[in-house]
């Protein structure tokens, strides 16, 4: 693994470990108030890593509920995954499924989307990837054994902590809209994903949002590069 | 560590490694067809669409209600965000301007 790659992967975690932290520490205070041990909390944050489900495991667990309920809800919630890792495979062809196994263990919504905000700095280089997600994960477990050793030390709702990680996806968002088009698909899908989200359980919205929105990109592209096919497709955006 | 719990964790842990890691296994090694590829560029773009916009129209318990805490705190960041593709100035200013709006809202 080259050691170069990884570290600017390792730099390009630092605002996401800004969200991590603050947003692990709460899980930590919840996990512990549920009845959790520092070490389970931690353990938990170690092995899944995935902060949805970790909440709402913590939440059933504190109603009372464990196994089966959670396995499942854990499941779904985590099957937005099956997407982002498709994306991610285009970047890593010829690798051993021990990288990919690695990589693709530590895979996030937060780490996936940075990861696609320069896709030049990802392709069969896993070592960026690697940086890029160790240490947002370790982020992650150092919030939260904090959070569950320090308990109520830092209220997690002020300093605006809550709007930590919605802004670094509002700007991961706005780094994907390179053309026009970008643009109308994101649209497409924020309508779609609240039409979803009011209509269905769970987070399927994610899921049938992207599809959906996807397809109308295909045919939104496919409408635009025949209708004007001397645009080079680079032409920057005019937005 | 409780025996319970700690199948719990590995249980959650495998359900989730499975998504994460299948496409990558299986899709790499595969030549996948241009026009999927291009519906794959498309993932990025709805995936984060579908995670910032309920955030701004949902409340915590999954009902659809416009959060002007949110709403006001990302208007700024969306302009911010657009201009200058900073992470780091995202979430900073983020931060700042939802600690700021918690005195007056």
């Known amino acids: ?239 | 560590m409780r025996p319970d719990i700690f199948c719990l964790i590995l249980g959650m842990a495998l359900v989730t490694f499975i998504p994460r890691f299948l496409p990558m296994a299986l899709l790499s090694r595969w030549v996948i067809p241009e026009r999927v590829k291009r519906g794959l560029d498309y993932f990025p773009i709805s995936i984060l669409s579908a995670i910032v916009f309920p955030i701004l129209f949902f409340n915590g318990e999954g009902r659809m209600e416009i959060q002007p805490h949110y709403v006001l705190s990302a208007i700024p960041v969306f302009i911010f965000a657009w201009k200058v593709k900073s992470l780091w100035g995202s979430v900073i200013l983020g931060m700042a301007v939802y600690w700021g709006l918690g005195f007056v809202l």
């Open chain 1, 1 to 239: 693994m080259d050691n170069h790659q990884f570290k600017a992967g390792a730099k390009a975690a630092l605002p996401i470990v800004l969200g991590y932290l603050p947003v692990g520490m709460a899980f930590g205070v919840l996990a512990r108030n549920a009845g959790l041990t520092t070490w389970e909390a931690g353990s938990m944050s170690l092995l899944v890593y995935a902060g949805a489900s970790q909440f709402i495991a913590v939440e059933m667990i504190s109603k009372g509920m464990i196994w089966f309920p959670i396995v499942l809800a854990t499941f779904f919630i985590n099957l937005r995954h099956l997407l982002m890792s498709s994306t991610l495979s285009l970047y890593f062809s010829r690798h051993s499924l021990r990288t990919l196994g690695l990589l693709s263990a530590q895979l996030t919504d937060e780490s996936f989307a940075v990861a696609m905000s320069n896709t030049s700095k990802i392709e069969n280089r896993p070592g960026y990837l690697f940086g890029l997600q160790i240490i947002s994960h370790f982020a992650w477990i150092t919030g939260s054994v904090g959070g569950a050793l320090l308990g109520g030390l830092i209220n997690h709702k002020s300093y605006g902590i809550p709007f930590a990680l919605p802004a670094l996806f509002i700007c991961l968002l706005l780094i994907q809209i390179r053309k026009v088009h970008h643009f109308y698909i994101m649209v497409v899908a924020g309508i779609f994903s609240l039409f979803f989200k009011w209509a269905l359980p769970g987070n399927w919205y994610i899921i049938l949002t992207a599809l959906l929105a996807s397809g109308i990109g295909i045919l939104i592209n496919s409408k635009v590069q025949s209708s004007k096919p001397k645009i080079p497709l680079n032409t920057p955006s005019p937005l």
